[in-house]
């Protein structure tokens, strides 16, 4: 019976502990409302009750925010924390980086009110330009490099940018090609430069003597002489020419008139012909 009574009371102490733990988990309450939109950021209304002690660090507690691609269902984008800085999106992250970096906030009597800001990640690969995305946000305590597991629930949001740019937006430039320019090269000029000639100058006083004159006279007729010969060689070539051009102007009058003796003939003999066969 001993036995019976200890194992019993395990039981009933462990059932307890399960049922009060439960209870406490039970009771957190986290919710985000009213979505408004400021150029590319969401703006959320967060309410939390229910929190103990052992639900934040040091009497703090930490949020990050999540956006949704419904299409791969994953989550990316910034969370704005209570320094202002923007934080990425990241779902394994430790304990360090959270109480350094996540949005902070401190409990009064278990429940916080508050905003809590985000935005698209242009850079992300769930990021497919505007259109409706998820939001929702998990609460860590500090203790651990996990959440609490009791993220709020999730708001349809409709975001307006930023607009997503192609990767390839560099345009070709042609670099201008220098046309190059002729230019004309005048060529130089012929300058004519006159020859001066030297004009003898006869000095009226100088007399010719009479043998000078005779000789002068000799060599006027050699010339005239030779002269004269030239002329009658180009005659007598002439003349040649024409004696071997004759012979064949003979020829051809002397067959000329042989055709015209032997048709005579010819046409004689046919008539004398005709004649004798009419006879009879």
């Not at 990767?167 to 070709?172: A, D, L, Q, R």
């Not at 003796?261 to 009419?278: A, D, E, P, Y």
Request: aromatic share 10%; glycine share 6%.
């Amino acid at each position: 019976m001993r036995w019976y009574r200890i194992i019993c009371s395990l039981i009933i102490i462990i059932y307890l502990c399960i049922y009060i733990h439960k209870s406490v988990f039970a009771a957190i309450s986290f919710s985000i409302t009213n979505p408004t939109y400021e150029n590319e950021m969401v703006n959320v209304d967060v309410s939390l009750s229910g929190l103990t002690t052992s639900s934040c660090a040091s009497s703090s507690c930490y949020l990050q925010a999540g956006l949704k691609n419904f299409r791969t269902d994953r989550y990316f984008g910034f969370t704005k924390n209570d320094k202002g800085d923007w934080i990425v999106y990241n779902s394994s992250t430790d304990k360090t980086t959270i109480q350094s970096t996540f949005f902070t906030f401190s409990p009064i009597n278990g429940n916080w009110t508050g905003k809590i800001s985000a935005k698209a990640d242009p850079n992300d690969t769930d990021y497919e330009g505007p259109g409706s995305y998820g939001l929702r946000l998990w609460r860590y305590t500090g203790n651990s490099d996990n959440s609490a597991g009791d993220p709020t629930n999730e708001l349809s949001i409709t975001l307006t940018g930023p607009t997503l740019t192609p990767t390839n937006t560099s345009t070709p430039t042609q670099t201008p090609t220098d046309t190059p320019t002729h230019t004309c090269t005048p060529k130089p000029t012929n300058t004519v430069t006159p020859t001066l000639t030297n004009t003898p100058t006869v000095n009226p006083s100088t007399t010719l003597t009479p043998s000078i004159e005779e000789d002068e006279r000799e060599q006027d007729i050699g010339s005239s002489n030779e002269e004269n010969s030239e002329v009658a060689e180009v005659l007598g070539a002439e003349a040649t020419q024409s004696s071997m051009i004759n012979p064949q102007t003979s020829f051809r009058t002397f067959v000329i008139a042989f055709a015209f003796v032997g048709g005579g003939f010819g046409l004689l003999s046919l008539i004398f012909t005709l004649q004798k066969m009419r006879m009879k």
